[in-house]
């Protein structure tokens, strides 16, 4: 059959109802639109607010503690087994270690170069998780020395506050290296004196490393205590702004430092905020469809004559439901070429105007918004072509 | 294509009407080339006959073979198949596109699976003195005349069988003879059969075989 839409077009009243076609035409227009920036937008806020610090291996670590508040001060705030297998079982958690830390007391004092004497903690972690480590951080028992990794912003502190009020020599990187600190360990063996010797610094971890080899003896030497019981939890996650995340250790009453997922945080409202948009124009897109629906029962039931006689001298129904629903595959391939140049417009508009060429912006829409575009337009077409055809079979 | 009747029978039509037909409930085979003619008063299912040959009506008990397939187990598909290349027809109330014009009416069918030329449209439309009347509004024809756009319909198509339901209840005798031999005409090009239903002898028919119903 050469035949077309045209041959079969006087036969159907098309023409009647042009004000609720037009208005399905604008409506889907407007909810595709809304959508598509949506989309677009969700998309920029995950690029603009990655958080592209500490990540030296594409990971981002965080420590999680138990939040502690007035009505839990008196409960254990350790993390069980259960716990961490339940925490390392989440999509958007790669891996978990447990922080070990002293259990008996502990001081540090500077020896001749540094008159300066303090109570001190001692923490370990699965070495796999430290981020500067040399060759020379283990420790076996009988070894007097200890190797520490501490936080780079102790030495900034050093440096910059209590050495100048008291004084005293700074140091820098690897000048401290070369300082030999006295730790003292008291418990049920007494007391017993070991050299500390800074071998690292550590822009991930902000505490007191030693190995775990050193830990696990002086806990069982000094407080015969064999027990992990965490306090603390090193989490290591692709994003630490991934709102699942946040949303999990919400959930988990974890307590986090803010400034870690501060972007997280406001990523969860923008995204919020994008996707009511994006659900208000699947709202819209789903009343235009409805409208054109409407549109379309109409048209078949004033041609339903004609139909019905074109069906008895010989047309096939299967024919006349495609033939009828390509018709408008034409006006749904311009909606969407125009939202879609829309949107592209729009999308540059923000990051060239607002962002000012942002870099972690591409000018160009993501491929996504196309292809959620497309699945629109086949969606409607596959929607139409069903709905003419089942009415058709009616008749 | 063959049509075969397997005692076909309307379920509406009383029991004694039935037994006297020579075509209820009997078993018969209609081969293209043959012009059947099937003869019965008004009321006895002339109508609902050709209904039922065309599978348009369902109400009746035995069956009907396109082919040696029985047409209850078609889909509109394939009666659309059918329609466009088998089987075509002349129904008694016409069925025309009313608000279309002759032409129109003409052109839907013959486009549908064209058999002819557009211009043999004109040429069986002069024959059959309706020529001027191409692109009048078919309501605004007589129905006469609707009666022979029907006719010019039905023989745009290829097909085996030419079925016809009083196809000339409003013509008279001259314009009777000029539609019989346009349609013996194009049978005859396509070596297709007849099956006409009446409530006399048509004049101008030479069927081959006559059936009462």
Known sequence: MNLSFHHIAPFLTTGQNKLSRWLSYIGLGIGVLLLLCSIQMYININALLKNKDQKKDGYDYIAVTKNISNENMAGSHSFTDADIAEIKNQSFIDDAAPFLSNKFVTKANGGATLPFSSDIFLESVNEKFIDTLPASFTWKEGDNTIPLIISSDYLELYNSVFAPSRDLPQFSEKS??????????????????????????????????????????????????????????LLKTKDANNPDLLT???????HVNKDKTRFGRIKQILQAIVSGLAGFGVLVILLAMVLFSFYLQLMIARSKENLQLLLTIGYSPAW???????????????????????????HWGFQHFIMKDNENLSPFIHWIVIAVAVVLLLISVTLNYRLVKKLLYRL | MQIQ????????????????????NNDMVFSPGEKIQVIAPSGSGKTSFIHFLYGMRKDHTGNILYADK???????????????????????????????????????KRQLAPYHAATKVMEMADRLGIGSKLNKYCKTCSYGEQQRIAIIRSLQQPFDFLLLDEPFSHLDDANRKLAMDLIEEE???????????????TDHFNATKTFNL
């Not at chain 1, 495609?322 to 949107?343: H, N, Q």
């Not at chain 2, 009747?5 to 209820?24: D, M, N, R």
């Not at chain 2, 889909?75 to 002759?102: G, P």
């Not at chain 2, 049978?187 to 002898?201: N, Y």
């Open chain 1, 176 to 233: 401290i290296s070369s300082l030999l600190i006295g730790i003292d360990c008291e418990g049920l063996g007494g007391t017993q004196t070991f050299r500390g010797n800074i071998v690292a610094m550590s822009d991930r971890i902000n505490t007191v490393i030693v190995p775990e080899s050193f830990l696990k003896w002086a806990n069982r030497h000094f407080a015969n205590s064999t027990k992990a019981e965490p306090n603390k939890i």
């Open chain 2, 5 to 24: 009747l397997q005692k076909l029978a309307p379920t509406f039509i009383e029991e004694e009407k039935i037994s006297g037909s020579q075509v209820w």
């Open chain 2, 187 to 201: 049978v005859e090009l396509r070596k297709a059969g007849i099956i006409l239903a009446d409530l006399k002898a």
């Open chain 2, 70 to 108: 029985n047409i209850a187990g078609f889909n509109a598909e394939d009666f659309a198949t059918h329609r466009q290349r088998s089987v075509s027809i002349v129904f008694q109330d016409l069925r025309l596109f009313t608000q279309q014009t002759v032409l129109q009416n003409l052109e839907i």
């Open chain 1, 320 to 346: 006349l439901s495609k033939t009828v629903s390509r018709k408008w595959i034409p006006v749904y391939v311009v909606i969407l070429i125009v939202t879609v140049a829309v949107t592209a417009f729009m």
């Open chain 1, 248 to 254: 999990f250790l919400q959930q988990k009453d974890y």
